[in-house]
């Protein structure tokens, strides 16, 4: 079975630091990782994945994510927020050798970004 | 532009009433899902297709139905059996299965 974990619910950034939102996950093969982001009463948006190659991969808005097999985590960064980075983030994994709905996305509980000015 | 419609965008569901929530996609793809969202508990799969006339459960299927008559539309049924309907839906799509998925932006149903 496949798993991810975001361990914060909550992060606060000061305007023009860097953030890190933190993404473990489980899984039995390699995995495929996302990140996507919810602004208030909106669907998600797509950020950026990993499915092989590069570990650093650059994403949309700025964003970047470090793909860490011993650590099994794929935290989200970037290195100076913006206020109107807050928003809700969701990192989700997919085991591709599963069979069945496992083979579908899970998504972790998501995490609060608030970008203070 | 293409995208993903969801309507309506809020909605109000009597006790032992069936409600249908309406997903309509133009990216041409191919698969299709549906989410619950709860506060605090991210994004859980109700049903999903990945073809037109085919759906399979997801991990929350229980007092929900679908249909996949055209590719464009994936339309949900929340029946009388769902006894906690409450909650924010949200339908994506993908190209296929396990490709990046695009979100509408939601249905508020809440029970009066």
């Known amino acids: 079975a496949q798993s991810v974990a975001q361990p914060e619910d909550q992060v606060n950034v000061a305007e023009g630091n860097p953030l890190t939102v933190k993404c473990t996950y489980s899984?039995?093969?390699?995995?495929?990782l996302f990140w996507y982001v919810q602004y208030p009463n909106r669907g998600l948006q797509f950020l950026l994945k990993?499915?092989?190659?590069?570990?650093l991969v650059k994403g949309s808005y700025g964003f970047e994510a470090e793909f860490n097999k011993s650590q099994t985590s794929f935290h989200l960064k970037k290195p100076s927020a913006l206020v109107s980075d807050s928003a809700l983030y969701f990192c989700?994994?997919?085991?591709?050798?599963?069979?069945?709905?496992?083979?579908?996305?899970?998504f972790g509980s998501g995490t609060q970004l608030t970008v203070l000015p | 532009d293409g995208g993903i419609t969801q309507s309506p965008k809020y909605l109000f569901r009597k006790e032992g009433q069936n409600v249908t929530l309406s997903c309509e996609q133009n990216?041409?793809?191919?698969?299709m899902y549906w989410y619950r969202q709860d506060p605090g508990q991210g994004l859980r799969l109700i049903y999903y297709?990945?073809?037109?006339?085919?759906?399979q459960k997801g991990d929350i299927a229980e007092g929900y139905s679908v249909s996949r008559e055209k590719k464009e539309s994936f339309p949900l049924t929340v029946t009388s059996a769902q006894k906690n309907p409450t909650a924010f839906y949200l339908c994506?799509?993908?190209?296929?299965?396990?490709?990046?998925?695009?979100f509408g932006d939601g249905t508020r149903l809440s029970i009066l």
């Open positions: 994506a799509s993908s190209m296929q299965v396990g490709q990046p998925q695009h």
């Open positions: 989700a994994v997919r085991d591709p050798i599963s069979s069945g709905s496992a083979r579908q996305l899970t």
């Open positions: 990993y499915i092989t190659g590069d570990n």
């Open positions: 297709s990945q073809i037109v006339n085919d759906f």
């Open positions: 990216l041409n793809h191919d698969a």
């Open positions: 899984v039995s093969g390699n995995p495929y």
